[in-house]
């Protein structure tokens, strides 16, 4: 019987140092993700029921410091609605013209954005409930598949 295990799902932080909010969202993902990782030893207790309730999926963090490109920023609008371009793009009304802002001045990108990419989701700005709600739906390790 072999047994394939699902890949990590790849969550992208859109990060800018300088911005404290960024800086805390970064952490706040790394804790999650480290949390994540941690399993239980067999010469621990030995009944695990109750805290595996609460573990989250483990997941591939994905830190940059670079605007989207222009693949990136469609699907990041796709996912948060392309009404809602100003709110990631200083100035824009639309995908077009952010587009075209992001392109003259990246800088215009205002971070911190997190993306799940693989479940098409983002959470703009420092929503620490809206990143937890997105990373605990995550699907589990017990998504995976046997043959």
């Not at 992001?102 to 983002?122: H, I, M, T, Y």
């Amino acid at each position: 019987m072999f047994r394939f295990h699902k890949t990590l799902d790849v969550i992208t932080l859109f990060h800018k140092p300088s911005i404290p909010s960024s800086v805390r969202v970064l952490t706040q993902l790394k804790q999650v993700s480290a949390h994540a990782s941690e399993t239980a030893t067999e010469d621990q207790a030995s009944d695990h029921t109750e805290q595996n309730k609460f573990q989250r999926s483990e997941f591939e963090l994905n830190v940059t410091e670079d605007p989207p490109t222009s693949d990136q920023l469609r699907s990041i609008l796709e996912y948060i609605g392309a009404k809602k371009a100003k709110d990631i793009v200083e100035g824009a009304r639309d995908f077009g013209d952010a587009q075209k802002k992001l392109e003259e001045d990246g800088s215009r990108f205002k971070r911190p954005v997190v993306v799940d990419w693989n479940n098409g989701r983002a959470v703009v700005g420092e929503n620490e409930s809206e990143i937890l709600k997105m990373l605990s739906t995550l699907p589990k390790e017990t998504d995976s598949v046997n043959l």
